[in-house]
């Protein structure tokens, strides 16, 4: 959350930390999505939100090996409390019986909050690194709108039938 | 007491996957609940958790705790007999608000009034949702239901002033929307010396209100510490729970700045007091027979 994040005083090596943890946690939320989708027999589901696990593991990873290159082992002194559901979709984004499209447009509107973050974050900010990442960043977030919405495009045209219209109400647990 | 150790969140989630719909609230109860267990940092075979039945009361299974899924409503006498057997285990009960403010109702203020060391954990979703969606007793009036077709005639129980009326020395609410919040609170339940109680606004997607989701929630929330609370006010604190329904305040209500002995410890020093100049065990039939 915001709110517990000092942007003004935020060094390189916070925000890059920061930034790792973002991807984190989105990555451990979309394997969470993947593992409900299993349990509850929507695989086309699950495979979309495990692809979304291994692109943010694939950047936190680059974020990462930046941070090593730049700051080498120093201590992190950000922790996963300074942030929350930042790229990572709320709790309450899946649901039972997704399909590809819902999933894709949940995860779509992930990136779009992510975006807002960094967006605005950046009046905030004083440290000209600490922006240029930030700004890299927000971009970065459009790119990752842009390959949601290949996977989107790929789908057959929606038909306008919703999951309402042709399965059971869920059985509740 | 055993020594603590490092754990990892992971260590205190077992190899069971949830069953719970996809997007409910309870999953981020759990998420909470371990990250909160590793803080404190017993070891899993020194927790025991008790829950009643419903979905919420399924949490037990998912933890590496000693976990006992009880009886509908009855988390907390269990809950209560565990912990007076054997008060080394730190004891965590948790279940639905049907189960905790509707059939368990009656059992809250005993163990406020006992203060067993305890924390209880509700899943307040105002509906039944194992049942499949009838009228809890946090549902709000009006609220159409399969058991209320033309909209509930009855007021809500207020569940944050039920507990801060009978004296409990630990009140808290948290929700999905600041799941660090609700690991931060959970801790700080589990820490505090007695009775603890955390209601958790986790929503039902499935038989919720849209209202009651993550988005609304968000948008009726505010942290208690960020107003400037302070938990040592019990007064302050009734005042703030009268908003239950409007207002989604997060954090701690009330904290007993100093906690009386807890009914535990009161029981070991009356054992202690009664066993000086008892017969050892293998005499005490001595004591049926006449000499
Ligand atoms: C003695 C008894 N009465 C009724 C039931 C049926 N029953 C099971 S769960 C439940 C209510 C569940 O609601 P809640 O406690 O709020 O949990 P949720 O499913 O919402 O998490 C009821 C009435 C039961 N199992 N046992
Ligand atoms: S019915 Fe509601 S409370 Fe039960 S698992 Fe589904 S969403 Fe959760
Ligand atoms: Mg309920």
């Known amino acids: 959350m915001a709110a517990r994040i000092d942007f003004a ?3 390189l090596m916070d925000a890059l ?3 790792v943890l973002i991807e984190e946690e989105a990555k451990e939320r979309y394997e969470e999505f993947a593992a409900q989708m299993d349990q509850h027999r929507t695989p086309e589901a699950a495979k979309f939100f495990r692809l979304m696990a291994v692109n943010e593991a694939k950047h936190g990873q680059e974020l990462a090996d930046r941070r090593s290159q730049l700051f080498g082992t120093a201590a992190r002194t950000v922790t996963r409390a300074m942030i929350f559901d930042v790229e990572a979709p709320d709790f ?3 649901r039972a019986f997704m399909s590809p499209r819902q999933a894709m447009k949940a995860a779509l509107a992930s990136e779009v909050k992510a975006h807002a973050f960094f967006v605005a974050a950046l009046p905030a900010l004083k440290d000209a690194k600490v922006r240029a990442l930030f700004e890299e960043l927000r971009d970065e977030e459009v790119e990752h709108q842009d390959l949601v919405k290949a996977e989107l495009a790929k789908l057959p045209p929606d038909s306008g039938l919703s999951d309402e219209d042709f399965v059971d109400e869920p059985t509740a647990q | 007491m055993s020594a603590t150790c490092e754990f990892q969140a992971k260590d205190y989630k077992s190899d069971l ?3 719970w719909c996809p997007g409910c609230g309870d999953y981020s109860v ?6 909160a267990l590793a803080a404190i940092g017993r070891p899993p075979h020194e927790v025991a958790f008790i829950s009643g039945i419903g979905c919420s009361s399924r949490i037990p299974g ?5 976990g006992f899924n009880t009886v509908h409503g009855r988390a907390l006498p269990i809950a209560q007999g565990i912990k007076l057997a054997n008060p080394d285990l730190l004891v965590l009960a948790a279940g639905g608000d049907g189960d905790g403010f509707s059939i368990g109702g009656g059992h809250i203020a005993h163990l406020i009034r006992r203060n067993i060391d305890i924390t209880y954990i509700v899943m307040d979703n105002q509906i039944y949702g194992l049942t499949k969606g009838q009228l809890s007793p946090t549902s709000q009036k009006g609220r159409t239901t399969c058991t209320s077709p033309y909209g509930s005639l009855e007021n809500p129980v207020n569940p944050l002033l039920y507990v801060l009326a009978y004296g409990a020395g630990f009140v808290a609410q948290a929700s999905p929307t600041d799941l660090a919040g609700m690991a931060a ?6 820490r505090y010396p007695g009775f603890a109680f955390v209601n958790v606004q986790s929503p039902c997607v499935t038989y919720g209100e849209e209202a009651q989701q993550i988005k609304g929630l968000k948008a009726i929330s505010e942290n208690l510490a960020a107003i400037g609370h302070n938990p040592a006010d019990r007064l302050a604190a009734m005042d703030l729970a009268q908003h239950y329904g409007e ?6 209500f009330y904290k007993n700045p100093e906690p009386p002995p807890t009914y535990d410890a009161l029981i070991r020093e009356r054992q202690a007091q009664l066993s000086q100049g008892a017969l050892p065990k293998e005499r005490i039939l001595d004591l049926f027979i006449k000499k």
Do not use: M, N
């Open chain 1, 9 to 11: 005083h935020l060094s």
């Open chain 2, 62 to 66: 998912y933890t590496t705790a000693y």
């Open chain 2, 17 to 19: 996957k949830p069953i």
């Open chain 1, 92 to 94: 309450d984004e899946a």
């Open chain 1, 17 to 19: 930390d920061l930034a």
């Open chain 2, 185 to 190: 609170t959970i801790e700080e339940a589990i």
């Open chain 2, 30 to 35: 759990v998420q909470g609940l371990y990250r």
């Open chain 2, 247 to 252: 207002k989604l305040h997060l954090g701690v």
